[in-house]
Structure formats: C-alpha cells, structure tokens
C-alpha cells in the first residue's frame, strides 16, 4: 500500500510527459508552417534560380 501511495506522489514522470508534450505540439508547429509556407517557398527559390541562371 505505502508504494502506491509513493508512486501517486512521485511528480519525476510527469515533467518527462510534459517535455514529450511541448516537443510534440512543437514539431506540429513545424510541420503545419512547412505545409502552409512551402508552396510559396518553393516558388520563391525557384524565381531566384531562374534570376542567377539568366545573370
């Protein structure tokens, strides 16, 4: 019984879980702004190309 208690009490996993969960929303942060900006980035790129290819 007292290592249930200890376990309900011990707060070491709970950090681990919230660093799982910031990393998690981060790298759907990125992964949301490479879908929306990389159209534009890719056009972007190849509009350069084409400038260095003519120069």
Known sequence: M????HFIRDE???TAIE???MAAAIAAA???????L????????????GLIKSS
Request: aromatic fraction near 6%; hydrophobic fraction near 50%.
């Open 2 to 5: 007292n290592a249930i208690k």
């Open 19 to 21: 660093y799982a969960l």
């Open 12 to 14: 070491d996993g709970i």
């Open 30 to 36: 990125i992964t949301a702004g490479l879908a929306i």
């Open 38 to 49: 990389g159209p534009k980035l890719t056009a972007s790129l190849t509009y350069i190309s």
